[in-house]
């Protein structure tokens, strides 16, 4: 984990979720999610973030309990969650509940369009908790998300 600034004012740092596989962005299944590596995106995502005067928080982790305590952690440390949940999306209601509680403004991205692939793929467990999902744009989806996130909270 690494806060991409010294700023830490928790209404302007957005947590950015990443679950199991993420950490392979880049070499995993390029077909499907591209040759960019996570670092990469966490760069461009801390840059436009700072454009409007945010700073970003990336966790990425293969543990569904380690993606449980940073949600916890961003309950009162963050103002916004970004959250690849990856495979725990079509399985975990401890995510779910999870991003309940924290109760902060949350965006659910899928760098695939997860409804034109498996059909186990097709439900998300974090849809219903989540304030807009983006699916399908790619890695672009991070950047889609953090202006989404500068939107709800500088406008
Ligand atoms: C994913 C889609 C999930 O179904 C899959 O398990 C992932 C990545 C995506 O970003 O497209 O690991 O969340």
Avoid: W
């Avoid at 950015?16 to 960019?36: A, H, I, W």
């Amino acid at each position: 984990m690494f806060d991409a600034t010294t700023e830490n004012a928790p209404g302007r740092t957005i947590l950015f979720l990443n679950g199991p596989n993420l950490n392979l962005l880049g070499v995993r299944e390029p077909d499907k999610y591209g040759s960019t590596t996570l670092r990469e995106v966490e760069e461009t995502v801390a840059k436009t973030l700072s454009a409007h005067g945010l700073t970003a928080r990336f966790v990425q982790s293969n543990h569904e309990g380690v993606l449980v305590d940073a949600i916890h952690a961003a309950r009162t440390e963050c103002g916004a969650i970004v959250i690849n949940p990856a495979a725990f999306t079509h399985t975990s209601v401890a995510l779910r509940d999870a991003i309940a509680a924290a109760a902060l403004p949350t965006i659910e991205l899928h760098i695939t369009n997860v409804h034109k692939r498996e059909e186990f793929r097709h439900h998300s467990y974090i849809s219903a908790v989540a304030d807009a999902v983006i699916v399908g744009a790619g890695t672009h989806g991070y950047i889609l998300a953090a202006l989404h996130v500068a939107h709800l909270l500088v406008g």
